[in-house]
T-cell receptor
Framework: GDSVTQMEGPVTLSEEAFLTINCTYT??????LFWYVQYPGEGLQLLLK?????DKGSNKGFEATYRKETTSFHLEKGSVQVSDSAVYFC?????????????FGKGTKLSVKP | SAVISQKPSRDICQRGTSLTIQCQVD?????MFWYRQQPGQSLTLIAT?????????ESGFVIDKFPISRPNLTFSTLTVSNMSPEDSSIYLC?????????FGSGTRLTVV
């Protein structure tokens, strides 16, 4: 079945370091891909998305490119801040029909130290 | 995007009791989704709630344990029945708007 695999955490970085969180997926058809973020004590928020191959989603300095050839959607940021400390979830949504629900990876906890 | 109001935000409940979680959406939506996030884990879909029909449950979840109501296109409830400590989780509702999903702020449930 469809699945999402993302790198295990926790990830600890110093402020202004470069961030990559790997995400790969298994799915039939052409799923939409998402990164969600969960800040401490808050609900889940959409960070960015891509709906077709080669699309690049971006928001708040974060980027991810939908790579169909490698079935990947890695999250990157050039210079992290302490305020980026959160849990990041990669997710896919199956294409077509009424299957609108999301399949999530296990989440990667990011801690950014000053 | 849609705005979801979910309540309660948290509760501590005695084992054997039931808790009903409510989600109100500020626009009409066809489907609402209920997820569970166990401590340190990812989100798992419990069921999909359609207005006017019975909810569709994912493998491992049953209606007797997690009854769902969907009386109209803007509202849904999830009940966690006969609770045990293993039900301690965050429960979230979600709706699909365009190509993305919006989530409620979650209900943090602790069963003692």
């Amino acid at each position: 079945g469809d699945s999402v695999t993302q790198m295990e955490g926790p990830v600890t970085l110093s402020e202004e370091a470069f961030l990559t969180i790997n995400c790969t997926y298994t799915a039939t058809g052409y799923p939409s891909l998402f990164w969600y973020v969960q800040y401490p004590g808050e609900g889940l928020q959409l960070l960015l998305k891509a709906t077709k191959a080669d699309d690049k989603g971006s928001n708040k300095g974060f980027e991810a490119t939908y790579r169909k050839e490698t079935t990947s959607f890695h999250l990157e940021k050039g210079s992290v801040q302490v305020s980026d400390s959160a849990v990041y979830f990669c997710a896919l949504r199956r294409s077509g029909g009424s299957q609108g629900n999301l399949i999530f990876g296990k989440g990667t906890k990011l801690s950014v130290k000053p | 995007s849609a705005v979801i109001s979910q309540k309660p935000s948290r509760d501590i409940c005695q084992r054997g009791t039931s808790l009903t979680i409510q989600c109100q959406v500020d626009s009409q939506v066809t489907m609402m989704f209920w997820y569970r996030q166990q401590p340190g884990q990812s989100l798992t879909l419990i069921a999909t709630a359609n207005q006017g029909s019975e909810a569709t449950y994912e493998s491992g979840f049953v209606i007797d344990k997690f009854p769902i109501s969907r009386p109209n296109l803007t509202f849904s409830t999830l009940t966690v029945s006969n609770m045990s400590p293993e039900d301690s989780s965050i429960y979230l509702c979600s709706v699909e708007v365009g190509t993305a999903s919006t989530f409620g702020s979650g209900t943090r449930l602790t069963v003692v």
